[in-house]
């Protein structure tokens, strides 16, 4: 890995700057009007101050939105965004300062080179929740792990995609020398197949924090002779052929204009999949395979949408089809029925090799 990587982290303000200062016992709601006219609001007192200034944000742009359409909910998270941005905390010392407030190691991880400055409560409130799964670990029950995942990098929640590829590559009787994980994530795919015998993995990121974390887990784990982690878009600076290229897309067609970091994992742009088959090709040894991880998630979401796989294959003479296994997503909690859309989700597992490697 590059070590000048610098991790991705929300913006700060390390000058003094003009804002309202919040105390428990103002108004409220005079305070979040002069918010959404742009004026900045600095927390003081009480961590908890923050929230209930957030509520009040909240409840008077509710009032302001109350068109329960896609667009209208969409431009009432707009809003939200822009002005509850406004409202902000100040770290001293890598800590803040306010009373009852969670202790976040990511302010000092994130900003080694600044410790004092102010910074958004939202983003507060994503780095403390990234910092209790950092803390106390993700366990991983296929793997027999527990990964800590890293500020920004995506990392999933439930599991059957693992079980899948698990079953797949413990029916494997091919070359194990060399593998590449696309889009490796938290890490969990390069792990995989790491503790299933394969020797050496190109792990690769456009998120430059997942990249930094795995570099971190790797070494944690002690796999950190077996892979090879680098940031980039697909392909990029790799230069070997593999036995197996493993990707784990995101798994619905974007509509918006993408953001880089966790928008990249969930969404895809029009042309990835092209992008992606036209490149593997340089890169699979003649016996070579593509497995995907993919969902039928679009599909229960939009009837019209497109399957980038079957598209691939019914339109190109790039691959062939060699294999589709498909699994019920379980719910995440076994106690609470699903009820909602995703109650007929299947995860789908796709090996494909290629028709001429190049
Ligand atoms: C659904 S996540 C899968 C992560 C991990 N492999 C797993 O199975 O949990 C998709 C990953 O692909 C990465 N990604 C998206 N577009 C990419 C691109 N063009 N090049 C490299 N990685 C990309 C995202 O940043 C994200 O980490």
């Known amino acids: 890995m590059n070590n000048d990587l610098q991790a991705d982290r929300p913006d700060i303000i390390t000058t003094e700057i003009e804002a309202i200062r919040f105390y428990r016992k103002m108004d409220t709601e005079a305070t979040v009007k002069e918010m959404i006219a742009g004026k900045y609001v600095i927390v003081e007192e009480f961590y908890s101050n923050g929230l209930q200034v957030l509520n009040e944000l909240r409840k008077n742009l509710l009032l302001k939105h109350k068109d329960k359409s896609f667009q209208g909910q969409r431009d009432y ?54 910092w209790q799964w950092y803390e106390k670990g993700l366990e991983i029950k296929t793997l027999n792990l527990t ?19 698990d079953k797949w590559l ?8 060399h593998a590449i994980d696309v889009g490796v994530g938290s890490g969990i795919l390069s792990f995989q197949l790491i503790q299933n015998g394969f020797e050496n993995i190109f792990s690769t990121d456009s998120n430059k924090n997942a990249v930094i974390g795995v570099a971190q887990e790797s070494k944690r784990l002690g796999y950190e002779d077996k892979i090879t982690v680098n940031h980039g878009d697909l392909f990029e600076n790799c230069d070997i052929k593999a036995d197996v290229i493993v990707f784990n897309p995101p798994w619905l067609l974007a509509k918006h204009t993408l953001e880089e970091g966790i928008d990249k994992a969930m969404y895809y742009e029009e042309d990835l999949f092209d992008r992606f088959f036209e490149q593997a090709q340089n890169h699979l040894t003649a016996k070579g395979k593509i497995v995907l991880i993919f969902s039928n998630l679009a599909e229960v979401v939009d009837k019209e949408s497109t399957h980038p796989i079957i598209e691939e294959l019914r339109n190109h003479n790039r691959f062939r089809k060699e294999l589709h296994l498909k699994r019920e997503v379980r719910a995440s ?26």
């Open 147 to 165: 990964l800590r995942p890293y500020y920004g990098a995506y990392f999933p929640t439930r599991f059957d995609h693992l079980k899948l590829f």
């Open 77 to 130: 998270r707009t809003a939200f965004r822009k002005a509850s941005h406004r409202l902000l905390l100040k770290v001293e010392q890598h800590k803040i300062t306010l009373k009852k407030s969670p202790s976040i190691g990511w302010l000092e991880l994130l900003y080694p080179d600044v410790s004092d400055f102010y910074v958004s409560f939202p983003e507060v409130q994503g780095m403390n929740s990234s």
């Open 333 to 358: 909690s076994r106690r609470t029925k699903r009820r909602d859309s995703r109650e007929n989700e299947k995860v789908e597992l796709w090996v494909l090799s290629p028709k001429i490697t190049k």
């Open 170 to 177: 413990k029916k494997y009787d091919g070359d194990k020398t």
